[in-house]
Structure formats: structure tokens, C-alpha cells
């Protein structure tokens, strides 16, 4: 975790209170927070738990080298992890159920080549608003389909990043954690994947999450999702050509691992909806054929909705803010492949705390009493003044929420929306509809109207 005050409790309380006998249990809360009143508050959150018998432990860096890759290398160097035989790992918003290690654990026995049991997310906020829906949409279809088609015909898959169980065996045997890019859970799955490890993937054992909420939130987290596979791409292809896999892994690895999902189409949606379709429009001798420009993407999204039946009356806001939110993964594609200054950039997704919002008031009495008793107990003069820093961030008021612009999308906005009365003009209705739709979609991602607002 890094600086996640809104999540921090009930992911920590969640995890203690994992069904496993407390003497073959180990808890490390590792967070890289630089705000001093955020680490005051999850180290009393971790001292509660400690005086509950529970074995945790709070690791805090002073410097985020190597963002996540880096925190988990550290923590897995501690010479007490030899004691143990798995790691499972938990990014801050997640909430496993208690017998989330009794449904994993199993997998391994028996298995000897086994090195990864990967959970499916579930999301406590998908309904919140738009933005939020048409995540879960894709994230069904990443879930349903190809997490769960790969593990079982290739016992292969990139590993989320969180709500998975890995042998250690496996992560010392394929290098440990690296901190060469910013999606150090895709590099530890092809290496392992090229050593000969296998993975399952259990959709029916899910943990709660929460998806960002606004479009800042999003995009950031996008760029970060497409530029560092691509960056990755280059660093592993020799590896992968060089490896003893099979001729199929390895097509698969590069083909559809690699370069369909954060390639291919983003820069087929990019270059072919937002820039040759509205150019064509002032070129009256070129013309594309109806099946481009309107079969192929609905069939596309048709396929990619059917895992997420309920969302079915969003398939046409989804075709829009896909080819919208090409844009965003294009540049990262680009960025990544050709190692620009912001394929290496980590900013931690804001979350809301929408999972403790229920138990927002019961947290606040619990923090008061801890703050009291310790006060009762008496602290040194330091550590009176760190709980008073902490009551004075509590009681901060939140920032007003405002609208960010976003030059890139207005900039399309206007193009497709030019285009729209060109097309207009010619008499071309098709191409009208999917212009003007387009763009006002555009315009609307442009002047931040989807998601929440940031602070």
C-alpha cells in the first residue's frame, strides 16, 4: 500500500482474519506511504491486530525503488519467509474472505509443478456510476474468458498482480521479483511460464475490490496497464524465442499474450476510428466499406459484453468509450515500446473506501478508543504529538471536487464532430450517426463528465 488511508483498515482486518492456524501464518503489511500521519494510522492498525495474537509484521520504505516489484523483493529477502512455502498477495483494496487460503492451499498438493492459484476480483462498486460499468464489462470478459480459457487449456496466465497464492519455490527458481518495468506481475509469469511452472486460475474463489471511480483515476491506471507489457514485450521477446517451450506457447506468448490485446487493437480502434474515418470525410473518393466501420467493432463488443449479460443495455456507451479510451492506450503502447520518460511511472489508482463505507462509524469509535488508550497508557512526547497530527488529518475537510480538461479527447472531439457535419452534408447517414456519437462522447470524456470528479 502507499498512502491508501481510505482502505488500509479493512484490507489489513480481512486478511488477519484468514482461516489458517496463526502458527503458519505471517502478515506483512508492506506500505511505502511518504505521508507520516497515514503510517501512524496503519502501524496502531497493525499493533491492534498484534495484540490479538496475530503474527504481523509492518515493513515501511523510505524510498519507492522500484514501486511494487521493489516493496515485494525486500519483503520476500527477510531471512524469517524461509520458514515459509507460499506467499499470497493482496493489493490494498482487497478483501479475502476468511477462507480464501483453504480454497487455494489445496491446489498445491500433489502438484509439484504448480507455482500460481490465481482468485477472480469481484467489485463492490460497479453500479456506482458509468465509468464503473463499463469497466466491469471488460474485466468480466478478462476474467470469464481469458484468464479462465488459458488456465485451462495452457496452465498459463498473467498473474493479476494480487488475490493469488504463489509457491516461493517458483519465484526464486524464475528470478524473483524485477523491477525493469511497472507490471512486475506479468514479467514473474513469463518467467516462471518459461521455466515450466503452471497456474490455475479458480473463477469460482473471489475477492472483493473496488474499480476507480473517476476518469483520472482510470486513465492513469490504463496507461500504466499497456505501456509496461509493451515495455516488457521488448525486454522478453529474445527470452521467449530462446526458451524451451513449445512452437505454440511461444506464438501464443507473442501473438496473443502480447501484441493482440495491448497492440493490435488499440491501434486498429486509434488509427481506424479516431483518425482515418473522420479524415475520409473531406476526401469524397475514399470510402470505407460498411462492415470496418460498424460490423466488425459491434461484433467485437457484442463478444466481449456476453460474460456480463446484465450490461447488455450498455453495449453502445461501451463501443464509444473504447474507441475513446484508445487514445489513452495507444500513447501507452507507444510510450512503452519505444521506452518514452512515462512508460516507467507509477501513480497509486485513488480509491474511494467504497467496501467501509457500511462500517465507516463503527471505524471511526474503534480508532477514538485505540487513540484513547494509548493516550490512557501514556506515550512519549513524540508519540503524543504523531496522534495529534493524526487527529488533525482526520479532521481536515475534503477538497472541492472539480472537472479536469483533457486537450487530447476535445482535440478528437472536434475533429469527429467536424467530420459529423461533412458527412452531414454528403448525405453519408451512417457515417453521420457514428461521427456524431463518437464525438459527443469524446467531448464528454474531454471535459471529465464520466466518473467522479477528483479532489
Excluded at 480481512?14 to 489458517?20: F, M, S
Excluded at 524461509?82 to 483453504?102: G, N, R
Excluded at 470478459?141 to 497464492?165: D, K, P, R, Y
Excluded at 469524446?442 to 466518473?451: E, P, Y
Aim: a neutral charge; hydrophobic letters at 45%.
Amino acid at each position: 500500500m502507499c498512502n491508501e488511508k481510505e482502505v488500509y483498515e479493512q484490507s489489513i482486518s480481512a486478511v488477519c482474519q484468514l482461516d489458517w492456524p496463526k502458527d503458519r501464518l505471517l502478515v506483512q503489511v508492506l506500505d511505502d506511504s511518504d505521508d507520516e500521519s497515514i503510517q501512524w494510522l496503519i502501524k496502531a492498525e497493525v499493533a491492534k491486530w498484534s495484540q490479538k495474537g496475530v503474527n504481523i509484521i509492518y515493513r515501511h520504505r523510505k524510498f519507492r525503488t522500484g514501486y511494487k516489484a521493489g516493496n515485494l523483493k525486500s519483503a520476500m529477502n527477510c531471512d524469517y519467509v524461509k520458514e515459509y512455502e507460499f506467499v499470497a498477495i493482496f493489493d490494498a483494496d482487497f478483501q479475502p474472505c476468511p477462507d480464501f487460503l483453504k480454497q487455494t492451499i489445496p491446489h498445491f498438493k500433489g502438484n509439484p509443478e504448480l507455482a500460481l492459484v490465481q482468485a477472480r476480483w469481484t467489485f463492490v462498486n460497479t453500479d456506482e456510476n458509468l465509468l464503473t460499468r463499463l469497466q466491469n464489462i471488460n474485466l468480466c470478459f478478462h476474467f470469464e474468458v481469458e484468464q479462465q480459457v488459458n488456465g485451462i487449456f495452457l496452465n498459463f496466465f498473467g498473474f493479476n498482480g494480487t488475490a493469488g497464492v504463489w509457491r516461493i519455490k517458483a519465484l526464486e527458481e524464475s528470478g524473483g521479483w524485477l523491477e525493469r518495468t511497472t507490471v512486475e506481475d506479468m514479467d514473474i509469469a513469463v518467467r516462471a511460464h518459461l521455466n515450466g511452472w503452471k497456474f490455475i486460475y479458480l473463477n469460482d474463489v473471489k475477492v472483493l475490490c473496488e474499480l476507480p471511480e473517476s476518469y483520472e483515476a482510470y486513465k492513469k491506471q490504463q496507461h500504466r496497464w499497456h505501456s509496461g507489457p509493451m515495455q516488457l514485450f521488448r525486454l522478453c521477446l529474445p527470452a521467449i524465442i530462446t526458451s524451451k517451450i513449445a512452437f505454440w506457447k511461444k506464438t501464443n506468448l507473442i501473438f496473443l499474450f502480447f501484441l493482440l490485446r495491448k497492440l493490435i487493437l488499440p491501434f486498429y480502434s486509434f488509427t481506424l476510428f479516431c483518425i482515418i474515418l473522420p479524415l475520409t470525410m473531406f476526401v469524397p473518393e475514399a470510402e470505407l466499406p460498411i462492415w470496418v466501420i460498424c460490423y466488425i467493432p459491434v461484433f467485437m463488443s457484442f463478444l466481449n459484453i456476453l460474460p456480463a449479460p446484465k450490461s447488455f443495455p450498455f453495449i453502445v456507451p461501451y463501443l464509444l468509450f473504447e474507441n475513446t479510451m484508445s487514445v489513452t492506450k495507444f500513447n501507452a503502447m507507444v510510450s512503452g515500446l519505444f521506452q518514452l520518460g512515462s512508460s516507467y511511472e507509477w501513480i497509486v489508482t485513488k480509491k474511494s473506501g467504497r467496501a467501509s463505507e457500511p462500517d465507516l462509524l463503527a471505524a471511526e469509535e474503534r480508532e477514538s478508543k485505540a487513540m484513547s488508550l494509548q493516550l490512557h497508557r501514556g506515550t512519549s512526547d513524540s508519540g503524543l504529538s504523531e496522534l495529534n497530527k493524526i487527529k488533525e488529518f482526520r479532521e481536515t475537510i475534503p477538497p472541492k471536487k472539480t472537472n479536469k480538461i483533457y486537450k487530447k479527447e476535445l482535440a478528437l472531439a472536434f475533429l469527429l464532430l467536424t467530420a459529423a457535419i461533412r458527412s452531414l452534408l454528403s448525405a453519408q447517414g451512417m457515417h453521420f450517426y457514428y461521427l456524431l456519437f463518437q464525438g459527443v462522447a469524446f467531448l464528454l470524456v474531454g471535459l471529465d463528465l464520466i466518473g467522479e470528479q477528483m479532489s
